[in-house]
């Protein structure tokens, strides 16, 4: 281990990412909870987030089990009406002195962005300059994206040299300290479960397709479903698993039920879960209007799913169309239909030789992976800074 970070090292984390209590535990998001449990190159982590007591009954939350891992909740602000918005800005007061209270006490300094708490923590990395800041930025760097987003992308690029900035996917003309930074979501099991499932799976009917997501506009679902009943499927050996939940179910559900394929709804369910449907899936369609670079797509590589994904962000930097899976140029329903009819001209040859392509590749999304680079690339400026 570097002596950039040593063991005893303390980190804390500032996000707003949903938590709330349970049963005397605290959950969080889970990819979130996941991420943070694997970081062994920290002796303890402290995590302030917002409390969401509305998600209790949200699968997708894990509950924290590492005992070095400490929460601080803070208030929950914002919502959809235009009034929920405005009164974010009630809460900055409350949240600034907040951040800067556990700043104080902590070396190494994790940031969520883009979110309000970055916000503060980016004004007040100016003022720490001998602290770590690293501040992952989660959504999609380069593209259109909304107004406040944008303002934190501009910000992220105008940081002192005690901060770097990991974003998804490489891009020319970036400052030095924005690196390309792969979200870990894989750990040494699923890995070995994953080369255990590919060698099994077998390219023949039915072909199982699979959507991982909200069921939102943003993700593509309703496009997605408005695409299969404009084709014609009466031929055809399908299935379709849907993943996630949100205000389009209903919706989503009306649509599927005029199908003539078979299409299952699951909700939000656990990882492992998740990875039950991975098992038994041919191909992953996503559809997005705005990603940075989802996780889900490194969990479908991994037990091989091919990829149908939208050509936005840098998913093209890791997809490659017609080699290791299939980019959606047009995102709409004319666009998913053509992207659909690749999917049925793949072989079994082709397809075997895909997903273990895939699957190499997908040793960028591991936990240790991830560890080391955040070892040696993100909090390496120790050394400088004592020079």
């Given at each position: 281990?570097?002596?950039?970070?040593?063991?005893?090292?303390?980190?804390?984390?500032?996000?707003?990412?949903?938590?709330?209590?349970?049963?005397?535990?605290?959950?969080?998001?889970?990819?979130?909870?996941?991420?943070?449990?694997?970081?062994?190159?920290?002796?303890?982590?402290?995590?302030?987030?917002?409390?969401?007591?509305?998600?209790?009954?949200?699968?997708?939350?894990?509950?924290?089990?590492?005992?070095?891992?400490?929460?601080?909740?803070?208030?929950?602000?914002?919502?959809?009406?235009?009034?929920?918005?405005?009164?974010?800005?009630?809460?900055?007061?409350?949240?600034?002195?907040?951040?800067?209270?556990?700043?104080?006490?902590?070396?190494?300094?994790?940031?969520?962005?883009?979110?309000?708490?970055?916000?503060?923590?980016?004004?007040?990395?100016?003022?720490?300059?001998?602290?770590?800041?690293?501040?992952?930025?989660?959504?999609?760097?380069?593209?259109?994206?909304?107004?406040?987003?944008?303002?934190?992308?501009?910000?992220?690029?105008?940081?002192?040299?005690?901060?770097?900035?990991?974003?998804?996917?490489?891009?020319?003309?970036?400052?030095?300290?924005?690196?390309?930074?792969?979200?870990?979501?894989l750990d040494n099991s699923?890995?070995?479960?994953?080369?255990?499932?590919?060698?099994?799976?077998?390219?023949?009917?039915?072909?199982?397709?699979?959507?991982?997501?909200?069921?939102?506009?943003?993700?593509?679902?309703?496009?997605?479903?408005?695409?299969?009943?404009?084709?014609?499927?009466?031929?055809?050996?399908?299935?379709?698993?849907?993943?996630?939940?949100?205000?389009?179910?209903?919706?989503?559900?009306?649509?599927?039920?005029?199908?003539?394929?078979?299409?299952?709804?699951?909700?939000?369910?656990?990882?492992?879960?998740?990875?039950?449907?991975?098992?038994?899936?041919?191909?992953?369609?996503?559809?997005?209007?705005?990603?940075?670079?989802?996780?889900?797509?490194?969990?479908?590589?991994?037990?091989?799913?091919?990829?149908?994904?939208?050509?936005?962000?840098?998913?093209?930097?890791?997809?490659?169309?017609?080699?290791?899976?299939?980019?959606?140029?047009?995102?709409?329903?004319?666009?998913?239909?053509?992207?659909?009819?690749?999917?049925?001209?793949?072989?079994?040859a082709k397809f075997n030789?895909?997903?273990?392509?895939?699957?190499?590749?997908?040793?960028?999304?591991?936990?240790?992976?991830?560890n080391n680079r955040i070892?040696?690339?993100?909090?390496?400026?120790?050394?400088?800074?004592?020079?």
């Amino acid at each position: 281990m570097s002596e950039d970070i040593p063991y005893h090292a303390k980190l804390l984390v500032i996000s707003d990412t949903g938590m709330f209590q349970k049963n005397n535990s605290v959950y969080g998001f889970g990819p979130v909870v996941k991420e943070l449990e694997a970081l062994v190159i920290f002796k303890s982590i402290k995590w302030i987030g917002f409390n969401r007591p509305d998600q209790v009954d949200n699968n997708a939350y894990l509950p924290i089990r590492k005992k070095n891992l400490e929460v601080k909740l803070l208030k929950a602000s914002g919502g959809k009406r235009l009034i929920d918005k405005f009164l974010i800005l009630l809460y900055y007061p409350y949240y600034f002195f907040s951040i800067l209270k556990e700043i104080y006490g902590a070396e190494y300094i994790h940031v969520r962005a883009p979110s309000n708490p970055a916000v503060i923590a980016i004004f007040l990395s100016f003022f720490f300059p001998q602290k770590q800041f690293w501040f992952k930025y989660a959504g999609d760097w380069v593209g259109k994206t909304a107004v406040f987003y944008q303002l934190q992308r501009y910000w992220l690029k105008k940081l002192n040299n005690n901060s770097k900035v990991s974003v998804n996917g490489l891009w020319n003309n970036q400052p030095e300290n924005v690196i390309n930074f792969e979200n870990p979501c894989l750990d040494n099991s699923e890995r070995e479960n994953g080369l255990l499932i590919i060698g099994n799976k077998k390219h023949s009917s039915p072909i199982n397709y699979c959507f991982v997501g909200g069921l939102n506009e943003n993700k593509g679902c309703l496009i997605f479903l408005q695409a299969l009943v404009a084709m014609n499927l009466s031929n055809t050996s399908i299935i379709l698993h849907i993943v996630g939940d949100g205000h389009l179910k209903n919706q989503l559900e009306g649509l599927a039920s005029t199908l003539e394929i078979k299409v299952l709804f699951y909700g939000s369910i656990p990882k492992n879960e998740v990875a039950e449907i991975y098992n038994i899936c041919h191909f992953i369609v996503l559809p997005s209007q705005s990603e940075g670079f989802p996780k889900v797509i490194g969990e479908a590589m991994n037990y091989g799913c091919i990829p149908i994904v939208s050509n936005i962000s840098c998913i093209a930097q890791y997809i490659i169309h017609k080699e290791n899976g299939i980019l959606i140029e047009d995102i709409t329903p004319r666009g998913i239909i053509t992207a659909l009819a690749e999917s049925f001209q793949i072989q079994p040859a082709k397809f075997n030789q895909t997903t273990y392509a895939n699957y190499k590749r997908a040793s960028c999304f591991t936990y240790d992976y991830y560890n080391n680079r955040i070892e040696n690339e993100i909090f390496k400026m120790r050394k400088s800074l004592k020079n």
